[in-house]
């Protein structure tokens, strides 16, 4: 009895979670400009969405953005946990807080805030505009927290002496680095930068205060449910929803090739 | 050179992108277009409090919606075979994966007047209900995002809960509502807490969710902020108090709710 109703509830909550996305998934393959009501079957939408240059232009553009985010919050946040897992507590207590604030901080805050930076910025130097540049900033500011957050257990968990003994066997700080912390971290750092990605790909509510004329895909597909009543969303989401699932399904059996059935999510 | 210095380029960064600009919205908040010092901003959001409260009121009735519903399934999640749990895990992450734009959207169709739900009602003889541009619809909006941010950091919690604790509990003669009241649900607040924060923090500072599915009517503070900066009515200042004020209120918040957490540690 009590199986049953465990699993009719679990059943519930996933058809929740996925009703709507295939709703919109299967109207997506509407041959008529309905949401709602089925016409019968087509990929016409796919073509236009294919054909849609606004839309191509927008992705080529997330992509960009998040990879030079990504790259750039990597760096630099890979060198502050380094750097924080060195310090004595009381300093390294300061510095993850201080890293927490952007994290807890509702995004619509840091969008507006970072906005009126580029804002006065513009005042005073002219050249500075609203665009790839401010988005990628803006973007890399909001990863590094996520970084600092995936390296630094790495760092905790190695063992602290192998910087010192490579540097006594003769080795620059820099490539004492390179050679002896790099290697044992190189997970969390690749979990960083994936993450930072991740987020950046997705990023609406800070890339909509400082994007001025460009177009990211998430503000693109904003423009499309404002005006746009065409079921070339619908053929969006579900085309990026397979992506997705095929990344998940990829990364996940990977895993558990490898002997892990542990899951990096958790 | 002292490698703890490998943390300036970091701090540098998030002195420029992340404080000065918060400095900015304080700047903003109290002074107006002249630049002359002025409290006039925040006596007009108090005009506003209406908004404020409501956005909490919803945000929170999505919490506690989301902890209803989310931490039955944490635990039903953490019983079932350890090798299916992986696979559970990642069907419910995997909505958190598509574009909340996008998951907002395909509730607007569903809820819609001749969307599929009503239609559906209609064949069964039921009138159409009045489902989208309700503040039900927004509550519904906020739960179906949000609802995977609660599951899993309470379920990530209940799986690393040694289990020789509640094997040693029922051992000692306690029922298994006990074992859940006084072992269980102590040991997962850790996850619970963090799950609210990040639901509560991002339900009432939304404003797509309340503009897709809420309509005009439904305004939140997500919605006035985003008015004051890029709406019609170009505010800055304005816009910053209220911003100011309600990143104030969400610290508060989690400041309480951090202090639960120590106080029961």
């Not at chain 2, 909006?141 to 941010?149: D, E, I, Q, S």
């Not at chain 2, 509640?166 to 799950?195: H, Y």
């Not at chain 2, 309340?210 to 005009?216: A, P, R, T, V």
Request: proline share 5%; glycine share 6%; net charge positive.
């Amino acid at each position: 009895m009590q199986k049953t109703i465990t699993r009719a509830y679990m059943a519930l909550v996933y058809i929740f979670l996925y009703a709507p996305l295939a709703v919109l998934a299967l109207f997506s393959f509407n041959s008529a400009k309905s949401r709602n009501v089925w016409h019968g079957f087509s990929l016409r939408w796919y073509r236009q969405l294919f054909a849609d240059t606004e839309i191509l232009h927008a992705l080529l553009n997330t992509f960009i953005i998040a990879a030079t985010a990504a790259a750039i919050s990597s760096i630099i946040g890979t060198s502050a946990a380094f750097g924080i897992s060195r310090m004595k507590k009381k300093s390294r207590r300061l510095a993850m807080s201080l890293n927490s604030l952007p994290m807890v901080n509702p995004e619509i805050v840091t969008g507006v805030s970072v906005m009126l930076l580029f804002v006065l910025a513009h005042k005073f130097l002219p050249a500075i505009n609203f665009g790839m540049g401010t988005l990628v900033l803006a973007h890399t500011t909001f990863c590094l927290p996520y970084v600092v957050l995936s390296v630094l257990p790495k760092l905790q968990q190695m063992n602290p002496y192998l910087y010192e003994a490579a540097q006594d066997l003769g080795l620059p700080p820099f490539f004492a680095f390179f050679k002896a912390i790099l290697p044992e971290i190189f997970p969390g750092v690749v979990t960083g930068l994936v993450m930072a990605f991740t987020l950046s790909l997705d990023d609406f509510i800070i890339s909509y205060f400082v994007s001025g004329s460009t177009n990211t895909l998430p503000i693109a597909i904003y423009s499309m449910t404002r005006r746009v009543v065409s079921p070339e969303i619908n053929a969006l989401s579900t085309l990026l929803f397979a992506v997705v699932l095929g990344f998940l399904l990829l990364i996940n059996s990977r895993q558990a090739k490898e002997g892990q059935n542990k899951s990096i999510f958790y | 050179m002292k490698s703890k210095f490998a943390v300036v380029p970091y701090f540098v960064w998030v002195a420029v992108f992340a404080m000065v600009p918060l400095v900015l919205v304080l700047f903003f908040s109290f002074t107006e277009k002249t630049g002359a010092f002025t409290l006039e901003n925040f006596i007009e959001v108090g005009r506003y409090s209406g908004v404020f409260a409501n956005s909490i009121v919803l945000g929170g009735i999505s919490t506690l919606v989301c902890l209803l519903v989310g931490y039955p399934m944490a635990m039903m999640v953490a019983r079932i075979p350890a090798r299916l749990q992986g696979t559970a895990i990642l069907l419910i992450m995997l909505p958190m994966w598509v574009n909340f734009l996008l998951r907002t959207y395909a509730w607007m169709t569903l809820l819609e007047h001749n969307g599929l739900i009503n239609r559906f009602l209609q064949v069964l003889g039921v009138g159409p209900l009045d489902m989208i541009n309700t503040q039900g619809a927004v509550v519904l909006g906020m739960v179906y995002n949000f609802l995977p941010y609660m599951i899993l950091p309470i379920y990530s919690v209940l799986v690393k809960i040694d289990k020789r604790l509640i094997e040693a509990a029922q051992d000692l003669g306690a029922g298994r509502r006990a074992v859940f009241l006084r072992m269980t649900l102590p040991l997962t607040l850790p996850g619970v807490i963090s799950g609210v924060t990040m639901v509560f923090v991002p339900a009432v500072s939304t404003f797509i969710i309340s503009k897709m599915l809420g309509g005009g009517s439904n305004m939140l503070i997500g919605d006035l902020i985003e008015m004051q900066f890029l709406g019609s009515s170009y505010n800055p200042h304005l816009g910053s108090a209220m911003a100011l004020m309600l990143m104030i209120i969400m610290l508060i918040c989690v400041g309480i709710m951090n202090q639960l957490e120590e106080r029961k540690v």
